[in-house]
């Protein structure tokens, strides 16, 4: 298995998430953004309201997983891209999930999310934000065989707690972002092979059967 330590390979592994995620849990529905990998120390993704890109006669909405943060483990950078396109999906249905200037997640997003294998619970300041993989995810990503990302531009130092809303200036071309606050632990597990180095995921349930 080939390790994803090079950018041009992150985005393109971003992109068949993406892809799959959206033929399997959103219908095909989702038109698809342009998915970048840029620095956003506030948050660990953002989509744009308005399709802030052009791609031949096409006009298509910014959908971005942090730099900072991208090699998280893989099931929080999946929720991550879950939680973003739970807001395309809404912004393509005229649906109004966030106030405050895109910071402030209400119950339409919470609803919309949860239908897509993550967990949304509720911040003080920032609504129905914080994201966390379900055991249901966790199965997906194993079935997929998606493994980590493991390069990122170095901003997720141990002990970082900064919350923020992403994006979120109040213009027609901001972003809803996930905010950067500590997910719960997760129930995964990594194993690799001594032999031939080949990596597998299991889940916490899967080990005791």
């Known amino acids: 298995m080939k390790r ?85 999906m809404n912004i393509q249905n005229g649906i109004q999930d966030c106030s405050r200037g895109g910071s402030y997640h209400n119950r339409k997003f919470k609803e919309e999310a949860e239908k897509h294998m993550i967990q949304i619970d509720k911040h003080d300041k920032y609504g129905w934000t914080i994201t966390t993989p379900t055991e249901a995810l966790l199965d997906y990503i194993i079935l997929q065989g998606w493994d980590e990302i493991e390069i990122s531009r170095g901003f997720s130092f141990p002990g970082f707690t900064g919350v923020g809303g992403g994006k979120a200036t109040g213009n027609p071309t901001a972003g809803t972002g996930t905010a950067t606050v500590k997910p719960k632990g997760s129930n995964s597990r990594k194993h690799v092979c001594p032999i031939c180095g080949r990596i597998a995921r299991t889940t916490e349930e899967s080990i005791k059967s």
């Open 4 to 88: 994803t330590v090079k950018t041009s390979r992150a985005a393109g592994y971003l992109e068949k998430m993406f892809r799959t995620i959206n033929n399997d849990s959103f219908g095909g529905l989702l038109e698809e953004p342009i998915i970048t990998i840029q620095s956003t120390p506030g948050a660990y993704g953002h989509v744009s309201v308005a399709k802030t890109w052009k791609r031949g006669e096409d006009h298509r909405h910014e959908l971005n997983i942090s730099a900072d943060w991208l090699d998280r483990p893989i099931e929080n950078v999946v929720a991550t891209m879950i939680h973003e396109m739970a807001h395309l």
